[in-house]
């Protein structure tokens, strides 16, 4: 069960829960068919709302702990439009913030990881939310290089995490040793356990994929589902919802291989901590291609994995089988 007393897990519920509603309403009043292509700044304002509203939160109950944030408010003192709607917004949830407090609240997320720290990623999958599709809040406590609770905040994710239709929004919420759980992201209605699925054919593997092709190498994860001999229908989402979908039994595998425009490219670390606990407190698991555990006590990204391979369990050995066999 989820220990509501618990004040790291309080914390980390009411900060998501409300950030993932501020982003909401951003997305819901910035986001029009009318943007241009390149016009990113309603991602550009939500992130940094995101981001100064978790990171007072923390300030409040937790002073001395600090924030890997993806974020810091260099670029955005410098523009006043988009501070003076950054601030806007942020006043919607803490009465009294002004531009001043909301830089140093978003500049307290550009700490370096510690033997104890929160990570934020204030919005994940800045490109879903531009289209009007699924992002995510992301928040985790990693402790001793250790997650130890994860807390996904899906706006537009359906209510029992299918992918197959978005919905009024999901919190999803891992505790070490605790499971994964969820609940609706507004109301009180009371938290459900999730479980990962029990698919053990690789043909019947969903393959939860990236929407953006940048993001991956889409011929290699085409030959890896051949290899594997995968006949279901992929996924295709935005941000860590995927990890919510795989952590609630809709998905099977969800590979994050390396794009050959960036093949050095490390996972941030607010990419994957709340994600991997979510998936592995669901009965999942979550390594590199490598099949090493990941491992977040090298600093701001995952320097020392490449790429990520989540898997309901099952289908884990195969999956690492196929890869090494496509050359991923
Ligand atoms: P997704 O929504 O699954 O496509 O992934 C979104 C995440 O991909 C963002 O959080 C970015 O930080 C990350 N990202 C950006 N560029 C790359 C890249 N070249 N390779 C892998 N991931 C990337
Ligand atoms: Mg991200």
Request: hydrophobic letters at 35%.
């Given at each position: 069960m989820i220990d509501h007393n618990n004040q790291e897990i309080q914390f980390a519920i009411a900060a998501v829960r409300r950030a993932s509603r501020l982003v909401a309403e951003i997305q819901d009043e910035?986001?029009?068919?009318?943007?241009?292509?390149?016009?990113r700044s309603p991602v550009t304002v939500a992130d940094f709302a995101s981001q100064a509203l978790v990171a007072r939160l923390l300030q409040d109950a937790f002073p001395d702990d600090p924030l890997v944030g993806e974020e810091d408010a260099a670029a955005l003192r410098t523009d006043g439009a988009n501070l003076e709607r950054v601030t806007g917004f942020v006043q919607r949830y803490v009465?009294?913030?002004d531009s001043a407090s909301v830089c140093a609240w978003i500049d307290r997320g550009a700490a370096e990881p510690a033997r104890r720290f929160w990570t934020l990623d204030p919005i994940d999958g800045t490109k879903g939310f531009l289209r009007g599709d699924q992002y995510a809040v992301a928040l985790a406590l990693v402790v001793d290089g250790s997650v130890q609770l994860g807390v996904l905040g899906c706006p537009r994710l359906s209510e029992a995490c299918r992918p197959d239709y978005t919905g009024p929004g999901t919190l999803v919420v891992a505790v070490r040793g605790e499971g994964t759980w969820m609940s609706p992201l507004t109301g009180d209605a009371p938290f459900q356990r999730l479980f990962a699925s029990r698919q053990d054919d690789p043909a019947g593997a969903r393959l939860l994929r990236s929407f953006e092709a940048g993001h991956t190498n889409v011929s290699q994860l085409d030959e890896f589902a051949e290899r594997l001999g995968v006949r279901a229908e992929p996924v295709r989402m935005d941000s860590q919802a995927k990890y919510a979908v795989l952590a609630s039994g809709h998905g099977e595998l969800m590979v994050r291989l390396l794009s050959p425009s960036k093949p050095d490219y490390r996972e941030k670390i607010w990419d994957q901590a709340a994600g991997s606990l979510v998936i592995q407190e669901a009965g999942g698991s979550v390594t590199d291609l490598d099949g090493v555990a990941l491992d977040f006590?090298?600093?701001?990204?995952?320097?020392?994995?490449?790429g990520v391979l989540a898997s309901n369990t099952r289908l884990h050995a195969a999956a690492l089988k196929a890869l090494n066999a496509v050359g991923a």
């Open positions: 910035l986001v029009s068919p009318a943007l241009t292509k390149d016009d009465k009294g913030a006590t090298a600093g701001r990204t995952l320097a020392g994995n490449r």
